[in-house]
T-cell receptor, first 112, second 116 residues
Framework: SQQGEEDPQALSIQEGENATMNCSYKTSINNLQWYRQNSGRGLVHLILIRSNEREKHSGRLRVTLDTSKKSSSLLITASRAADTASYFCATASGAGSYQLTFGKGTKLSVIP | DVKVTQSSRYLVKRTGEKVFLECVQDMDHENMFWYRQDPGLGLRLIYFSYDVKMKEKGDIPEGYSVSREKKERFSLILESASTNQTSMYLC???????????????FGSGTRLTVV
């Protein structure tokens, strides 16, 4: 079952611009995570934000979480061509939850 | 560098064959997962395991089984391969987070399986 839904489905920007991707989910969560997938490869974990956190930074990445709206956003600042990839949000729900539920992803293209 | 290794990058099998997809992790992680990824459908969980010899069904377990005899190895088995099982298969592992919820997953590079 799909919990997170990313928006937009696809995004095309110029190198140097900022990219913002959004994720909405339906049920309460323990944490929310963002992943990147380069074409035809496995996913790479980018950042995790717990349900009691509102914002987190990692390098050029900034993630926000609004549990009242059940939404999160991923901001990539000063984008590079190498950021071209699909980005997925994933939610961990329930006490002692063992699994993540992934959205369908946002396909980001950064044009040099 | 920590790793999740999937035994094959590309695989072509015939309808009706029994197919084994192997996944090995070197991080001593308790949790391991098998997903399939299809265009327009995203990642869908097939099976997961939170301990040796333990397994739990995910969202789409039909036509699949799993084996976890050792902590580092989690195998996905297609009992009788069918063309609708043509897909990208992704294995992942994770440590548990204290205080509820999972840590980040580490994924393998994926196996692109084609059933003809």
């Amino acid at each position: 079952s799909q919990q997170g839904e990313e928006d937009p489905q696809a995004l095309s920007i110029q190198e140097g611009e900022n990219a913002t991707m959004n994720c909405s989910y339906k049920t309460s969560i323990n944490n929310l995570q963002w992943y990147r997938q380069n074409s035809g490869r496995g996913l790479v974990h980018l950042i995790l934000i717990r349900s009691n956190e509102r914002e987190k930074h990692s390098g050029r990445l900034r993630v926000t979480l609004d549990t009242s709206k059940k939404s999160s956003s991923l901001l990539i600042t000063a984008s590079r061509a190498a950021d071209t990839a699909s980005y997925f949000c994933a939610t961990a729900s329930g006490a002692g939850s063992y699994q993540l539920t992934f959205g369908k992803g946002t396909k980001l293209s950064v044009i040099p | 560098d920590v790793k999740v290794t999937q035994s094959s990058r590309y695989l072509v099998k015939r309808t009706g064959e029994k197919v084994f997809l192997e996944c090995v992790q070197d991080m001593d992680h308790e949790n391991m997962f098998w997903y399939r990824q299809d265009p327009g459908l995203g990642l869908r969980l097939i099976y997961f395991s939170y301990d040796v010899k333990m397994k739990e069904k995910g969202d789409i377990p039909e036509g699949y089984s799993v084996s976890r005899e050792k902590k580092e190895r989690f195998s996905l088995i297609l009992e009788s391969a069918s063309t609708n099982q043509t897909s990208m298969y992704l294995c992942a592992s994770s440590p548990p987070l204290s205080g509820g919820g999972l840590g980040g997953y580490t994924f393998g590079s994926g196996t692109r399986l084609t059933v003809v």
